[in-house]
């Protein structure tokens, strides 16, 4: 089946250690997202992809980055972890230009000790 | 701007009730109206849509018609199960931007 695979499912850090998170894609989609959820809120945007074209929003942190080194793979880099970065990240995907509907993986709930 | 309004959970409902959750939304133009679905500890998937106005989504009993004069696509569903206990969001998208508006979510408590 088509989706969107989001490694590791659970991931555990120390307070300004780089971790990664990682985001693949077998639905061939041109756009995919990186969103922030915590607990009992509704996603916060983080940035995304169209094609190569990275989107950042206006109040994403500069301790976040992102990598899309090609279609089907896109990568969340936090910097410095801080206590308020835990939180479960998820991942989307798009097909874009006329179809927003969005797929997402299941999350990688990310602690910071 | 854009903006979604959901009602307050969380709602808290017997099986086999009947289940209503509002959404009214805010939008230049015209949006493509979605709703989703979130069982603890997984992402959100995509439970219904509808892509201009009196269009009516549907899914897994779940039914949203999307109300142009209301600005609204409440989801209803006859007879909910334990199953159905989840976080649901409703969301919109328009225009040419690629990002998707959410409303803050309902918490739905099933209960036998």
């Known amino acids: 089946d088509a989706m969107v695979i989001q490694n590791p499912r659970y991931q555990v850090t120390q307070f300004g250690k780089p971790v990664t998170l990682s985001c693949s894609q077998t639905l061939n989609h041109n756009v995919m997202y990186w969103y922030q959820q915590k607990s009992s809120q509704a996603p916060k945007l983080l940035f995304h992809?169209?094609?190569?074209?990275?989107?950042n929003e206006a109040d994403t942190p500069d301790n976040f980055q992102s990598r899309r080194p090609n279609t089907s793979f896109c990568f969340l880099d936090i910097r410095s972890p801080g206590l308020g970065d835990a939180a479960m990240y998820l991942c989307?995907?798009?097909?874009?230009?006329?179809?927003?509907?969005?797929?997402f993986g299941p999350g990688t709930r990310l602690t910071v000790t | 701007g854009n903006s979604v309004t959901q009602m307050e959970g969380p709602v808290t409902l017997s099986e086999e009730a009947f289940l209503t959750i509002n959404c009214t939304y805010t939008?230049?133009?015209?949006?493509?109206l979605f709703w989703y679905v979130q069982y603890p500890g997984e992402g959100l998937q995509l439970l219904l849509k509808a892509t201009k106005a009196d269009d009516k989504g549907s899914n897994k009993g779940f039914e949203a018609t999307y109300r142009k004069e209301t600005t609204s696509f409440h989801l209803e569903k006859g007879s909910v199960q334990v199953s159905d206990s989840a976080v649901y969001f409703c969301a919109l998208h328009t225009g040419t931007a690629s990002k998707l508006t959410f409303g803050t979510g309902t918490r739905l408590q099933v209960t036998l």
């Open positions: 992809y169209y094609d190569k074209d990275f989107n």
């Open positions: 989307a995907t798009s097909r874009g230009g006329t179809s927003y509907e969005q797929y």
């Open positions: 939008a230049t133009g015209y949006p493509s």
